[in-house]
């Protein structure tokens, strides 16, 4: 649904080799740039690297809610953090919005940032102490404007009693990228969107990184914010999920819904706003039914089931006009890892873990790693810090990994279909060759593709993602396009070739 405005960069010369800067950021994002921004307003010199455009990855695909009412609630972060943890998680989002808030203005950023209120309401069935032990955690973590209303302002059902969580935010999150692209640039750094892949990350003095083709960038620094870090092979990756999560956005006549943010209590959740469109229409941003990267492939039925769903709470939907998906990288204590990469130099750090705030995360990592580079005293950076052991969230912990585990057993499975004959153009599906496992595609054309159905990261087997064209990894979240190129990480190299040895 999100367009990127036009002229974001201005002209750049060809990345030379052995480029020289105080901070490299790779990944062109809410993180990425949010970092370059920060830190070129400090003088420090800047480049980012993207092998897409600004704004190319997940970033373009988020519902852009700005909140510091957090999915995993304040009630289970206060048990998995203590009550410092929940307050310092509160304070670091309330924060970021008021960060976002002050970028818009004083760079004159146009991209429909207002602020909004939000509300969260239960799912018929739902315990109503549910909301109770929320409000309650909400005003211990220093949310005291957090407050009951009887209903929220959704036109087809009483909510009944819910939460309202004041001034919150939502904005256009491209438009937004594009005022912190010009900034930076602005500010003397080099922006290096589209084309440029970062092959090699290395610490030290100086920090370096390769990009394909042979291009070396030098620096003090170097910031990965890629959604994923695919500098680490283990330690981040069992300790974070990939999800898809699922999005219509449905033409409402202007005015006809309050502009609001809304959450009910589900498990998936759902999730709601309204973006301007025109004079006479809003569109009705509607997400949810997520699941884990590469283990569902229902995503019609889930795209019903949120339309159904939007339905009978939003009779004057006239017509559903956008459909898309997001990745979503969920760590098992709820809060994201933004810091020093762990076992790595002290100058090298990662930004990753949104757990379905993003927008947030990502602007609290920019404040973050800035102090870090500039080694001022920074309260988040323990709650935040890659390294962390949470005991009380290793119950789940296991259950993700345990998860994972089963997924190896796609090794040793038949494959999907016998022969490519059963792919459909515009589809794929995985066959077995005696011990190979191929990755088939099917063109429009009806011209067929053909890698390695294994993923190169760990070794997991990936599956056909019909709503995005892409191969899934079920494992760690890795994507790769309908030729096997690499989009998403942790895996940094596209499929093998269909005849490489996968043993």
């Known amino acids: 649904m999100w367009t990127l405005p036009a002229g974001i960069l201005d002209d750049e010369a060809p990345l030379g080799d052995n480029e020289q800067c105080n901070l490299i950021v790779v990944g062109a994002g809410i993180a990425g740039l949010t970092t370059a921004y920060l830190a070129a307003m400090e003088g420090k010199s800047v480049i980012v690297l993207d092998d897409g455009p600004v704004g190319g990855g997940e970033t373009g695909r988020t519902t852009a809610h700005l909140s510091n009412a957090l999915d995993d609630r304040y009630s289970e972060l206060a048990r998995l953090h203590g009550d410092e943890g929940a307050r310092l998680a509160a304070e670091s989002h309330t924060k970021a919005i008021d960060k976002i808030e002050q970028i818009v203005r004083v760079e004159g950023i146009d991209c429909e940032f207002e602020r909004v209120d939000g509300y969260l309401f239960l799912t018929p069935g739902t315990d109503p102490e549910l909301l109770k032990e929320e409000l309650r955690a909400a005003h211990n973590a220093g949310l005291g404007d957090v407050e009951w209303v009887e209903r929220a302002p959704v036109p ?15 904005f256009h999150p491209l438009k937004y990228l594009a005022g912190l692209a010009k900034a930076v640039q602005r500010e003397g750094g080099e922006i290096q969107a589209g084309g440029y892949h970062v092959e090699k990350v290395v610490g030290g003095d100086p920090a370096w990184v390769a990009v394909q083709g042979g291009a070396i960038v030098r620096g003090g620094s170097i910031v990965v914010a890629t959604g994923t870090p695919f500098i680490d092979l283990f330690q981040i990756h069992t300790k974070q999920a990939s999800y898809r999560t699922y999005v219509i956005g449905a033409l409402i006549p202007k005015g006809s819904v309050t502009r609001a943010l809304f959450w009910d209590t589900g498990d998936p959740y759902n999730y709601v706003r309204v973006q301007s469109l025109s004079a006479q229409h809003d569109v009705l941003i509607v997400g949810g039914e997520d699941h884990k990267t590469g283990q569902a492939q229902d995503t019609d039925a889930r795209f019903e089931r949120l339309e159904d769903w939007a339905r009978e709470r939003f009779p004057m939907i006239e017509r559903v006009e956008y459909r898309w998906s ?9 809060l994201a890892f933004i810091g020093h990469n762990p076992h790595d130099t002290p ?7 949104d757990s379905g705030h993003g927008m947030t995360h990502g602007t609290i990592a920019g404040m973050l790693i800035t102090d870090l580079i500039q080694k001022r005293d920074n309260a988040w950076a323990t709650l935040y810090d890659p390294k962390r052991k949470t005991l009380r969230a290793l119950g789940r912990f296991a259950k993700e990994n345990l998860n994972v585990a089963k997924q190896y057993l796609q090794r040793v499975l038949p494959g999907e279909v016998k022969t490519a004959d059963e792919i459909q153009a515009g589809h794929g599906g995985v066959m077995r060759r005696g011990m190979q496992l191929t990755a088939v595609y099917r063109d429009d054309a009806g011209q067929t593709h053909e890698r390695s159905a294994v993923c190169p990261h760990l070794g997991c087997v990936v599956g056909w993602n019909l709503t995005e064209q892409t191969w899934d990894c079920p494992c760690h979240g890795s994507r790769f396009d309908a030729m096997g190129k690499v989009i998403y990480g942790p895996a940094n190299r596209d499929l093998d070739a269909a005849d490489d040895d996968q043993d």
């Open 156 to 170: 087809g059902i009483d909510t009944g009693r819910c939460l309202k969580f004041p001034r919150q935010a939502q």
């Open 326 to 334: 997001g990745q979503v990288e969920e760590p098992f204590d709820g």
């Open 347 to 353: 100058n090298v750090y990662i930004a990753t873990g």
